[in-house]
């Protein structure tokens, strides 16, 4: 039995979508998925942690299990690919950097933001968060890519570590997500 997904039409203001017909919890699901991939199409820019966490809470946080993952970025900071690279268990995921980086220079990236999701809803991060950040950092640096940040999304919300200063970064927030913006 094939699942019809209904279409979905622009509605009055930007962002906002219509339905042709009456949907599911399961198609309503299917199509947030759908609307979620569109906003990580390769050109886009991504302009604050709050836009990578809506980008990216309804591609996450269905998962029992934590996902790590990167949004890989050109010099301009648009928007190359989003990928899941590890998966763990409920409370952990083995992130391995010499992957991260292979990932990345496959990709050709300029910068990258680090991401994964806390199943329990919590999105405080963890002592192993700030050292695979730190970890991750260092590594890409010697590559020249630049880490501009690592959002942990929850059911809570998110937890970014560049609005934190947890990237001990040397620039402002509000540049953050521009070219010009480098870690030190």
């Known amino acids: 039995m094939t699942c019809q997904i209904p279409q979905l039409i622009a509605g009055e203001t930007p962002g906002t979508y219509r339905l042709t017909s009456d949907v599911t919890d399961a198609q309503l699901l299917h199509l947030a998925k759908l609307i979620a991939h569109k906003r990580l199409r ?8 709050e836009e990578v966490y809506r980008c990216l809470q309804t591609l996450l946080l269905d998962y029992p299990y934590e996902v790590f993952g990167t949004l890989l970025l050109d ?3 648009r928007l190359i690919a989003f990928d899941e690279l590890f998966r763990g268990t409920i409370d952990s995921a083995s992130v391995y950097p010499r992957e991260v980086i292979k990932h990345a220079i496959e990709h050709n990236a300029a910068a990258v933001i680090l991401v994964h999701n806390h199943p329990s809803g ?5 002592d192993a968060d ?8 260092d590594a890409l640096g010697l590559v020249d890519i630049r880490v501009l940040d690592h959002v942990v999304v929850g ?3 998110y937890t970014s570590f560049a609005e934190r200063g947890g990237c001990k970064a040397t620039f402002t927030l509000n540049s953050l997500y521009s070219p ?3 870690l030190p």
């Open 122 to 126: 919590d999105p405080e991060p963890s």
């Open 42 to 49: 390769k050109g886009n820019k991504l302009g604050s942690p």
């Open 130 to 137: 700030r050292r695979i950040t730190q970890r991750l950092k």
């Open 155 to 157: 059911y809570e919300g």
């Open 75 to 77: 010099t301009q900071h």
């Open 180 to 182: 010009a913006s480098r």
